[in-house]
């Protein structure tokens, strides 16, 4: 059955570390998002991608990079220049990228503290 | 500079009662509105939206209502279940560009027995 699938659920990041969140969907959707959560603090994008080999940085893309080889598939990367990493991290995907109105789905999400 | 504000953090509302949750706006561009629902340690889901050319949208036990001159939105459960104690979020986007969402931070809801 179609849905977003993010793993691992848990991520532990040591000092200086990068580490890679996966990302992929089977709903056949063009654009795909990602979303960073604080405690008490709504959603935050972090870079968005409407078509396959393009993306675009959203609000807070500092300290983080994107790829999107494949249309179902769009991991994030922590580089060690993103000073406060920890958070809930959130994937999405929508069917339309420009229509404006088109429902973004979410994915589990996945947990990223710092050791 | 949030442009999408949810004011009240958390909300207790007896079984069967109605939950009235509101979001105010800042940015007269948006036109585009929804509402998605929250468990713990999970991804939101989507529950309702409304278009700036509508002022009510309603489905099942959910309405959303819409004041363009108040910049002001509200989601009305009836009658309120357990099940439904969550956060509950707003979003608000702009027609065109990219489907980039703005949220709000959120509203939690405990509903009691």
């Known amino acids: 059955d179609g849905g977003i699938t993010q793993s691992p659920k848990y991520l532990f990041r040591k000092e200086g570390q990068n580490v890679t969140l996966s990302c992929e969907q089977n709903?056949?959707?063009?654009?795909m998002y990602w979303y960073r959560q604080d405690p008490g603090q709504g959603l935050r994008l972090i870079y968005y991608?409407?078509?396959?080999?393009?993306?675009q940085k959203g609000d807070i893309a500092e300290g983080y990079s994107v790829s999107r080889e494949k249309k179902e598939s769009f991991p994030l990367t922590v580089t060690s220049a993103q000073k406060n990493p920890t958070a809930f991290y959130l994937c999405?995907?929508?069917?339309?990228?420009?229509?404006?109105?088109?429902?973004?789905?979410f994915g589990p999400g996945t947990r990223l503290l710092v050791l | 500079d949030q442009q999408v504000k949810q004011n009240s953090p958390s909300l207790s509302v007896q079984e069967g009662r109605i939950s009235i949750l509101n979001c105010d706006y800042t940015?007269?561009?948006?036109?585009?509105f929804l509402w998605y629902k929250k468990y713990p340690a999970e991804g939101p889901t989507f529950l309702i939206s409304?278009?700036?050319?509508?002022d009510k949208n309603e489905d099942g036990r959910f309405t959303v209502f819409l004041n363009k001159s108040a910049k002001h939105l509200s989601l009305h459960i009836v009658p309120s279940q357990p099940g439904d104690s969550a956060v509950y979020f707003c979003a608000a986007s702009v027609y065109g560009t990219a489907s980039k969402l703005t949220f709000g931070t959120g509203t939690r809801l405990q509903v009691t027995l």
């Open positions: 940015n007269s561009m948006f036109d585009y």
């Open positions: 709903l056949n959707h063009d654009a």
């Open positions: 991608s409407q078509i396959v080999n393009d993306f």
């Open positions: 409304i278009s700036s050319i509508k």
């Open positions: 999405a995907s929508s069917r339309e990228p420009l229509a404006g109105t088109e429902t973004q789905y």
